[in-house]
């Protein structure tokens, strides 16, 4: 059985979204990351984390490896849409709410709690395991 995994939205990855809003195009993690020359643990997350926003579908792939923001990424970065505060994938694919799983609460961009990713086990004892039929 596949197990899903409860996918926060992270809010160090808020600042690179607004970056890359700003740009002139689209960007690799790597050509983004590389904006916070002056701050490593956030160069390391964006590399690592950012591309997790297509869950939410706020940036997408323009080229192979190559992002730009959505019109529903601009709409959350000027406060206009809210999402979901997590999601659920399973193989880092979205998938729908597991059921017996309480739905997101939508959070506009203001409202983006920070959260403790710290605890390689958090990630673990937050998925569920599906039965998903072949």
Known sequence: MPLAY???LRRNMLQPLKALAESS???????LA???????ALRTEITKHFASLRHWAL???ATPRKYRVT???????DG?????????????EPVATPEGEEPAP????????????????RHVEEAVQLCIPN
């Open 6 to 8: 409860k996918k926060h």
């Open 106 to 121: 939508l959070r506009h961009i203001w409202e983006i709690e920070p959260k403790d990713f710290s605890e390689p086990s």
């Open 59 to 61: 940036i997408e792939e």
């Open 25 to 31: 195009g689209p960007l690799t993690t790597q050509e």
């Open 71 to 77: 019109v529903r990424g601009m709409r959350f970065i």
């Open 80 to 92: 206009f849409e809210a999402v979901p505060e997590w999601g659920w994938t399973v193989n880092n």
């Open 34 to 40: 590389s904006v916070f020359e002056d701050r490593p």
